[in-house]
């Protein structure tokens, strides 16, 4: 059990106050729990009143696992923690006094629930109760899950993003969608390398032919005079063939292909973003028949399709409503998930197999993103359905 646990209880009010006692004997009534200090040094919660007899105090309260943690945390030599007017404990083990005087202490042992038991057992602790449970709390849940894994994105793009370049940060974000997560990395050192702005400049020039030598890949090329003209005007180096990696790919998705079909994308868009304004029909629509390609020997599949959409358009239209401070942009990007396919595998399927199916892509990279950060790593706790069934 962490101390968190106790923090949640106490600050949503789901302890049996009706049952409370000091370990004193005496009666106790909490008419205000306070407020949560989650950030703040000193005690856990300020400004609570309770009524001991026939006093009412009002002061901080501070929650630990064991009343000893008192002394194990110092707050006897905190001036912050004087006016402490009650301890709120799991077990209490020792009597803690602030100036000589015992500070009135509760414990909640054989209280609360025992959660580690409850989650321990299952993988999907709340998959008996999901039947009962109103989907209004899934729906929340997968609505926090998702901003949080869109807000992860933008922290990720936030670390080499330009806000100033945001062309840049789209033609790097369509270069790593093409790698998806194998060949992400040297697909953005080949951005690094040729920036969209040379690009663009040296437009006469054979997009392609510039793209695959700089790869490293394109050995065909190599003669070519513009191409030796270039590398040396920008003093263009070559990536190592090697960072390419081709192990667990199907033929259709080898590097030497994804260059192809990305350089083809690059030779016909201006990466101008004011796209983002477009409505979400048109957005979509538009979307999509960029990334149908004319030469259809390199035919992008509509599932590559999708995931070019997920992992490129998406976060790039969130990251960049975050720069221009405008959520009606941001919203574009959930709305945009609505439109495409929900992907398949292993951690949907146990999704599937609990009764949780997905309708499109919102669903699945939400329920992902559940399944990753709080189901494997036991958060119930702060999940809107598990706080619901295990404390309802
Ligand atoms: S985190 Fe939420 S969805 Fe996952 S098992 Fe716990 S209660 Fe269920």
């Given amino acids: 059990m962490k101390e968190e646990y106790l923090h949640h209880l106490w600050k949503n009010k789901q302890i049996p106050f009706h049952q409370l006692k000091l370990v004193s004997g005496e009666d106790i009534l909490i008419y205000d729990v306070g407020q949560y200090n989650k950030f703040e040094s000193g005690p856990d919660f300020s400004n609570g009143k309770i009524k001991i007899g026939n006093v009412t105090w009002f002061g901080n309260i501070e929650l630990h696992l064991k009343s000893s943690d008192w002394y194990h945390h110092n707050h006897q030599l905190d001036r912050a923690y004087d006016n402490v007017i009650l301890h709120v404990v799991y077990t209490h083990d020792q009597n803690v006094f602030i100036n000589n005087k015992a500070i009135p202490t509760i414990e909640l042992k054989g209280l609360i629930p025992e959660i580690e ?115 040396s005007k920008y003093k263009l180096d070559t990536m190592s063939r090697h960072v390419w990696k081709h192990k667990g790919l199907r033929p259709k998705s080898f590097p030497e292909i994804r260059l192809l079909q990305f350089a083809e994308i690059v030779e016909k868009f201006d990466f101008d973003t ?97 399944y990753n950060e709080f189901c494997t790593a036991k958060k119930c706790l702060f999940c809107e359905m598990g706080n619901k069934i295990i404390y309802k």
């Avoid at 990395?185 to 663009?200: A, C, D």
């Avoid at 976060?315 to 945009?336: A, C, H, R, T």
């Fill in 117 to 231: 038991e409850v989650l321990n057992k299952h993988e999907f602790p709340c998959s008996t109760f999901l039947d009962e449970l109103d989907p209004i709390y899934l729906e929340s849940m997968k609505e926090k899950a998702i901003i949080k894994r869109l807000n992860r994105r933008l922290l990720d793009i936030n670390k080499y993003g330009d806000e100033s370049n945001p062309k840049q940060v789209l033609y790097s974000l369509l270069a790593q969608a093409f790698g998806c997560k194998i060949n992400a990395q040297p697909f953005q050192e080949l951005t690094n390398r040729i920036p969209i702005k040379l690009i663009k400049k040296e437009q006469c020039f054979n997009v392609k032919t510039l793209i695959l030598n700089v790869s490293g890949i394109g050995e065909r090329e190599l003669l070519d005079k513009n191409w030796i003209h270039l590398k």
């Fill in 274 to 370: 004011s796209f983002v304004y477009l409505g979400s029909n048109e957005l979509i629509k538009n979307i999509r028949s960029l990334l149908i390609l004319s030469d259809k020997s390199i035919k992008i599949s509509s599932a590559m399709i999708d995931l070019i959409i997920i992992n490129c358009f998406v976060p790039f239209i969130w990251w960049y409503g975050n720069v221009k401070m405008n959520e009606n942009i941001q919203e574009k990007s959930l709305d945009l998930l609505q439109f495409l396919n929900a992907e398949e595998n292993h951690i949907l399927k146990k999704w599937k197999a609990i009764g949780v199916n997905c309708i499109n892509s919102y669903d699945s990279q939400s329920l992902l993103e559940i």
